[in-house]
């Protein structure tokens, strides 16, 4: 059985113009440091990574709930990365 690391954003997001600028600077920081990644993909709806687990941010934050990964030895590092960037941004909004 695979161990499995992630946070939850509580309360959701609601739809207010300070909110999302700031989900805007979170996925932003998230694209710049993934940028070099093969394992990250952009489009218009949200980053996926391919890796087990295949966890995926929206791009619209209204849409985001949780973000989690299937932890390898070499895989666990995204999860603490993007937990500390939404931190930043969105305080004890995020549990996990």
Known sequence: MADYAG????????RSVEL????????NEIVTEYSEDPDVRVNNR?????I????????????FTSFGVLL???????V?????????FFGTRIRG
Request: glycine share 8%.
């Open 20 to 27: 999302h600028e700031k989900w805007e600077q979170f996925i």
């Open 46 to 50: 949200y980053i996926a990574f391919d």
């Open 80 to 88: 603490d990365v993007i937990k500390r960037y939404a931190t930043h």
């Open 7 to 14: 946070f939850d954003m509580v309360p959701r997001l609601h």
């Open 52 to 63: 087990p687990g295949n966890p995926q941010l929206p791009i619209e934050g209204t849409e």
């Open 72 to 78: 390898t030895p070499s895989r666990g590092g995204y």
